[in-house]
Structure formats: structure tokens, C-alpha cells
């Protein structure tokens, strides 16, 4: 059981059944760096100087213990991306609304400073709010607008951000990864829904007071669906970037096919925009036509990619607005613009719900090939401490029991000579007895661990086990095997014994085979095993249905441990072919 960290000075200290756990705090970020001291144990410090966004701690008994952690980037280095970033977003937004004949489309700025806030501790987020506050007064003094007025409208854009990011950092994960739909909608209600609808009321009343009234800024509506905008079309890309779990950081760079594609895509849609957009019989049609591109975007680079490509569209669709053209013309041009805002607002939560199942179903992919390697990792373990306790036992056997009982057959000669001569026949029968005893252990003793295997190489390993004095005389082994095998790794070969083993106790149990062949090579691409049998066989249509037995099962993950691969075929009436590949190097 694990028992609560306790702070001593800078070093909280994690206390469980085996393990120390020593992370050394620094002011004003989490999880520096962390030592893990192996308790009871006896293992050695060892120190983890790698940034991550969960430090984890390793607890004996297989739990683990996430310890959520922020950003261990300077302060500086946040301080000046905020302020660029915030002042790049601004230019943006600038540019589309001054586009848009004095109405926004899209605000950043805000979504810029909230991603930052949520990727570090609380005590950073002074002068992260103070440097997006200088980057936009900044930027909006350089456009030739008054300082003063600037300033207001700046401070009550910002002011609700770090309450929204407390909100969201409260949330479980602190919205680490966007995976499940209880963070997705606790996300959209903060940050899409309350934070940009309060903040245009402050936006709105501030505006009473500077001349920006009328010109710069629009009505609620406008600025609302604008702030919504960007915090819906930045936050999911900058969380899943940020995220080392998100399915986009496991995907791969975009290929430029793809790229290609998705370009040729769009604009077939501005096109089709242009020539069919202003049909009202083809409205519905035309709302829609953006779909396919949209859901192509989320399979292959998750939000961020749905996020870049309804911008995208959101712009090319403004733009033909404005200009008389596209699905989304309307009366005057703020309504157009809040047409444009709106369906892309939808679009985008309905391309975040479906990341999100994309993301569950990448996620569980990469859970399962986890488990399939800790499942792998765990076979291995256990035929290595098969092949131990084998060898073991085949001491004990040879060097204890077979040599007791030479003892006892000795003891029993020199009785014989000391007895009655009448008894001799019983005597000798007892000692015979205790010969057959001890060559059934001394073969015993070479199936647990064949030393001949060590010694003599595996060609001659197999000459023992298809020739062995006590095999059923109704079955005929053939080898067919060079000396180049007797050149494996040991692995290799104890991995084609111990096949070979088991396939041969198969074919006298249960395949009531005459005959069966065993073949060993060497070539350039690897090493191979094939046998085969004249046996009964059986139907693996089947067979795959039923529960494989613990041979073929030990068969499949010698194989797979070592990077080869294994195959079994067979069909009633027609024995059971077997064939084994081992690459020399393991992939």
C-alpha cells in the first residue's frame, strides 16, 4: 500500500511498499526531475531527468501512481512565445476582419494565452497574462490604434482567461488529452460557450467608453462568435500537439500525397462554391459538400488536421461572400459573416466529437499493442524461467537422484554376493529394476535440459531426440539437417530442439503417424524448421474454434521472441506440416 507524499524542504518524498519516490520540487513548476529509490529490493538510485507531461512513478507489485505535471520551460522562453504568439494571432485576426469590411471571423489571441495558462502552473500565469496584454496593446498601437482605448478592450478580452483556465485545469487529466467526452464537453462549455459569451459582454461595455464603437468592433453576436471560433479551432489542436499520447504525434508526417490531395480537395470546394453556392435548391447540398473533406482530414491527422482545414474553408467562404458569391450569402454582410461563423462553429464540434472517437480508437490500438508487448515480454520471462528450472531439475536429477540410485545398484550387487543363493534371482530382478530407473531418469534428465544440445551442437542434439533407444519403433524420424545449424545462437537452437521436442511427443499422442520428417537449414535470409507427418491430421477450420493446447502456444511465442515467424497447416487425413523461420538478426 502506498502511504501520502510528505514535503521536506524541496524534496517530496513518496513513500510505498518498495519504493521511494524523491521528486525534487523547484519554485514555480512541478516534477523537475525525480529519483526512484528501490526499497526493499536492493536496487540503486537512478535519475529521470526527462520532461514529460505525467511523470510516473514505478510502485512495486505493478501499480503506478500519475503524478500530473506542467511545463519545465523557462519562464522566459513562455513569456516571449506568448507574446509572439498572441501577436501573429492578432495580425491574423486583423487581417480577415479588416477583409470582412469591419466585421471578425475568428479571434486567437485569446485561445493563445489559455492553452499557455493550462500548460503551466499557476504561479506563471501573471506574466504570461502580462505578456499577451504588451503583445496586443503592442500590435494594436502599430495599426495606429489609441493606446488608451487599446488597452481597455485588451484587458477585458483577457481578463476571464485564467478563470477559465483554473476551470479547465481542474477538470481530470487537466485536459491533458482530449479522449473521452466528459473533458471534450467540459471544454466546449468553458471555453466555446461561457468564456467567449461573458467576455463579449465585457468587450461590448468596454467599447462604450473608447471610439472603437461601431468601427473596430461589432456587436455582441459578432465578437462572441468570433472569440468562440478561435478558442474552438486553436485549443484542440494546441492540446493534442501538446499531448505525447495524441494519436497525431503517432501518425507520422503527412505525406505529400496527401497533402496534395487535401489541396486538390479544397479547392474543387471553392469551385463548386463559386459556380453552385448561390442555387437555394442547392443549399443543403452545399452546407454539406465540405463533410468528406472534413472527415478525411480528422482520419488521417486527427483535430489538428480538421481544425487547419475548416479554417481553411471558413475563409474561402467568407471571402466568396463577401464578393457575392458561395452558400453562405446573405442580406448584409455581418449576416454573412455570422453564416460563415456559424457553420463553422458547428462544424467544428462536430469534427471534435469524432477526433475524439477517432483518438479512443488510437488509443485503445495503442493499449492493446502495450499489452500485447507486456504479454510478449511476460511469455518470454516465463520460457526463460522454464528453460532454468528445467535445467535444474536435470541436476538434481543426474547428479542426486541418478547417482543414489547407482548406489543403490552397487549396494545391491554387493548384497548379492551375502545372501542365500536362492535369493540371488530376486536380488538380481531388484537391481535390473533400479538400472531401468536410472536410465529412465538419466533420459529424463536429457529432455529437461539436453547437454548434448551445449556440447556436441544442435545437428547431433537432434540425431538424439529423433533416435532416441526408447522411441516407439512405429514411428520413423527422418533428420534432414547440415552442419551449418550447429552455427545458430544458442537461443536459436534451443528454440528448434524444444519444437522439435513437442512435435514429435504430438505426432506419437495424438497423430497416429508412420512417419515424420524433420529438416533444419541455414541460409542467407535465416534459419528454418519444417516437419511434417503422415498422421490424421485435423481440420484447422476447427481446430480454431477450440483452445490451442500449451505446445502450440509455446511454439508460437518461441518463435515470436525471437522475431520469426510460425505456421501450421494441416487437414483431416493429410498429417500436419510445420514450418519455422528465425531471422539471424531479430527484428
Known sequence: MGFPPRVIGNLRVHFCESVIGITLVGRGEQAAHRIV??????????????????????????????????????????????????????VLSAALWNHQNGTHIVWFPGAVLLGAMVANAWQRWAA??????????????????????TALVIIAALLLVPVAAALLRQMPDALTRLDDFTRLGGLVLVAVVILPAVSAMLVEHASLYTAFRGTVLSDWANIAMAHSLGYVLYLPVWLSLRNPEAAVRHAGPLSPLYVGFMGTCLIVLGLVWYALGGRPALMPVMCLAPAPVVIFAIVRAQMTGSSITIFIIALMAAHLSVHGYGPFLADTPPNSTLAVQLWSLLAALCAMILSVVVEQRYSSRRALGRAHEDLRELAGRLIATQEQERARLARDLHDDINQRLAASSIGLSALRRRVDPTLHADVNHLRELLVSISEDVRQLSRQLHPSVLEHAGLRDALEALCHAPRRACALEIVLIADRGVDRLANDIALCFYRVTQEAIANALRHAAATRLTVKASVDADGASLWIFDNGRGFDPVEGAHARPGLGLISMNERAKLLGGRFELRSAPGKGVDLWMHIPLEPS
Not at 43 to 64: E, I, L, M, T, Y
Not at 128 to 149: H, K
Open 37 to 90: 529509490i528501490a526499497g526493499c529490493r536492493g536496487g540503486s538510485p537512478r535519475r529521470d531527468d526527462r520532461p514529460s507531461w505525467h511523470a510516473r512513478f514505478g510502485v512495486a507489485g505493478g501499480a503506478v501512481a500519475d503524478i500530473p505535471a506542467v511545463s519545465t520551460r523557462s519562464l522566459t522562453v513562455w513569456c516571449g512565445g506568448v507574446f509572439a504568439g498572441v501577436s501573429l494571432a492578432q
Open 128 to 149: 504570461l497574462f502580462f505578456s499577451a496584454f504588451v503583445g496586443l496593446v503592442a500590435t494594436g498601437v502599430a495599426f495606429g490604434l489609441p493606446l488608451v482605448d
